[in-house]
């Protein structure tokens, strides 16, 4: 494993700021950013805009202009090395007589995979992998989860109390937060490519489920077991304009048919498992869902099915903002990559409020959800945590 030099990692460092520019704006590329320095100094650096437009490599050899020859670039993902709307970044790196590259970590997409690496070192120019590479692999993690397994990258955000509550007993939730938080929550769902709630939440809630800034692209998804979300809702009426999918197992064909008639996009899946997890086991084959009832009821949306058909349409990263139920279901099944949790400072204290994970069972501490605490940030006047399931 390579010694790295402070400046080094400083220099990665800059390279990394450069790819969180493009985070949300790349898909389906991933968001890279890149530096070209001799020695300590910066003399060009770039990121990937969007498809079509220059990589990050290519942006910043731009940005070097004559002053590249000899010198070194910092990558925060192995430079691509096929043809797609623009040319491999190999070929222009080898042009440009850089000398040295230092890759933070390796693109795990099938057709890249090393190659881009070993057409480098083939050409003749030192290559050093793992330069900051947690933090690349974090920028990256939807992408890096969907190229390795081939599913979504799951985050689930949730805004509760002091005391564990996402509503009250009535169901009354705006605004546990405050409207920094909510505008947070909104950036945050750009990042994704779909979000997802339960019927529950567009029933009592009617939300847009937009993320911010607006895009025409992102998928609006839905747990519907029987369709019974209303043709009114704001998300069934702007179905024209922003792409909205309801997933059910069990509608009848006239609901079907009326929600079609409104440009909903309607899946039918299989019916998850029925039953409890056990406390904190898994389930083989999936959970289920559909906004309402127990996590584990009869007939509810089979989860799995859904991240599956959401593959296949190219979704990396999806965004679950439901409530109770969708994210007991998501996470008694080992289906949360990420936990974006906003607390605000109350206290709602009625046993009979509703509890962001009222539907999982745990019958021992041991078998518990663990979590590993990665960011706190103040959101004012709220706290956000990032977390991340442990193992």
């Given at each position: 494993m390579p010694v790295w030099k402070e400046w080094q990692r400083?220099?990665?460092?800059?390279?990394?700021?450069?790819?969180?520019?493009?985070?949300?704006?790349?898909?389906?590329?991933?968001?890279?950013?890149?530096?070209?320095?001799?020695?300590?100094?910066?003399?060009?650096?770039g990121h990937h805009r969007r498809p079509g437009l220059a990589h990050a490599e290519v942006e910043a050899l731009g940005d070097a202009a004559y002053r590249v020859r000899g010198a070194?670039?910092?990558?925060?993902?192995?430079?691509?090395?096929?043809?797609?709307?623009?040319?491999?970044?190999?070929?222009?790196?080898?042009?440009?007589?850089?000398?040295?590259?230092?890759?933070?970590?390796?693109?795990p997409n099938p057709i890249v995979r090393g190659r881009g690496i070993r057409e480098l070192r083939q050409a003749g120019l030192e290559v050093m992998v793992g330069l900051e590479a947690d933090a690349a692999g974090k920028i990256n993690e939807s992408y890096v989860k969907f190229m390795s397994q081939g599913v979504p990258f799951v985050t689930l955000k949730l805004a509760q109390t002091l005391d564990g509550k996402i509503a009250t007993r009535k169901g009354e939730s705006r605004w546990i937060t405050g409207a920094a938080s909510r505008r947070s929550a909104r950036r945050?769902?750009?990042?994704?490519?779909?979000?997802?709630?339960?019927?529950?939440?567009?029933?009592k809630d009617n939300p847009g489920l937009l993320p911010s800034p607006r895009r025409k692209e992102y998928l609006r998804c839905v747990l519907d077991s029987g369709l019974r979300i209303p043709a009114g809702s704001d998300i069934v009426r702007t179905a024209d304009r922003?792409?909205?999918?309801?997933?059910?197992?069990?509608?009848?064909?006239?609901?079907?048919?009326r929600l079609e008639a409104r440009g909903v996009t309607v899946v039918r899946v299989r019916a998850g498992r029925h039953g409890r997890t056990g406390g904190g086991g898994r389930v083989g084959g999936?959970?289920?869902?559909?906004?309402?009832?127990?996590?584990?009821?009869?007939?509810?949306?089979?989860?799995?099915?859904?991240?599956?058909?959401?593959?296949?349409?190219?979704?990396?990263h999806l965004f679950v903002e439901g409530g109770g139920?969708?994210?007991?279901?998501?996470?008694?099944r080992g289906l949360v990559d990420k936990l974006v949790l906003f607390v605000a400072p109350r206290v709602i204290g009625d046993p009979n409020g509703l509890g962001a994970f009222s539907e999982v069972d745990v019958s021992a501490i041991r078998k518990s959800h663990g979590f590993k605490i990665d960011e706190i940030e103040r959101v004012d006047p709220d706290l956000m945590m990032t977390l991340y399931p442990e193992g």
């Amino acid at each position: 494993m390579p010694v790295w030099k402070e400046w080094q990692r400083d220099l990665m460092k800059v390279a990394l700021s450069e790819a969180a520019m493009g985070k949300g704006r790349t898909h389906p590329n991933p968001a890279v950013g890149a530096v070209i320095a001799r020695d300590k100094r910066i003399i060009g650096k770039g990121h990937h805009r969007r498809p079509g437009l220059a990589h990050a490599e290519v942006e910043a050899l731009g940005d070097a202009a004559y002053r590249v020859r000899g010198a070194d670039l910092y990558a925060t993902l192995e430079p691509c090395c096929h043809w797609g709307k623009t040319a491999p970044c190999t070929e222009a790196i080898i042009k440009s007589g850089i000398r040295r590259v230092f890759v933070a970590i390796r693109d795990p997409n099938p057709i890249v995979r090393g190659r881009g690496i070993r057409e480098l070192r083939q050409a003749g120019l030192e290559v050093m992998v793992g330069l900051e590479a947690d933090a690349a692999g974090k920028i990256n993690e939807s992408y890096v989860k969907f190229m390795s397994q081939g599913v979504p990258f799951v985050t689930l955000k949730l805004a509760q109390t002091l005391d564990g509550k996402i509503a009250t007993r009535k169901g009354e939730s705006r605004w546990i937060t405050g409207a920094a938080s909510r505008r947070s929550a909104r950036r945050l769902r750009a990042e994704a490519q779909a979000i997802l709630v339960g019927a529950s939440t567009v029933v009592k809630d009617n939300p847009g489920l937009l993320p911010s800034p607006r895009r025409k692209e992102y998928l609006r998804c839905v747990l519907d077991s029987g369709l019974r979300i209303p043709a009114g809702s704001d998300i069934v009426r702007t179905a024209d304009r922003y792409p909205t999918l309801v997933y059910h197992c069990r509608g009848s064909e006239k609901r079907v048919a009326r929600l079609e008639a409104r440009g909903v996009t309607v899946v039918r899946v299989r019916a998850g498992r029925h039953g409890r997890t056990g406390g904190g086991g898994r389930v083989g084959g999936g959970g289920s869902a559909g906004g309402e009832g127990r996590a584990g009821g009869r007939g509810r949306v089979d989860i799995r099915g859904v991240l599956d058909d959401l593959a296949s349409r190219g979704v990396m990263h999806l965004f679950v903002e439901g409530g109770g139920v969708v994210a007991s279901s998501f996470l008694e099944r080992g289906l949360v990559d990420k936990l974006v949790l906003f607390v605000a400072p109350r206290v709602i204290g009625d046993p009979n409020g509703l509890g962001a994970f009222s539907e999982v069972d745990v019958s021992a501490i041991r078998k518990s959800h663990g979590f590993k605490i990665d960011e706190i940030e103040r959101v004012d006047p709220d706290l956000m945590m990032t977390l991340y399931p442990e193992g």
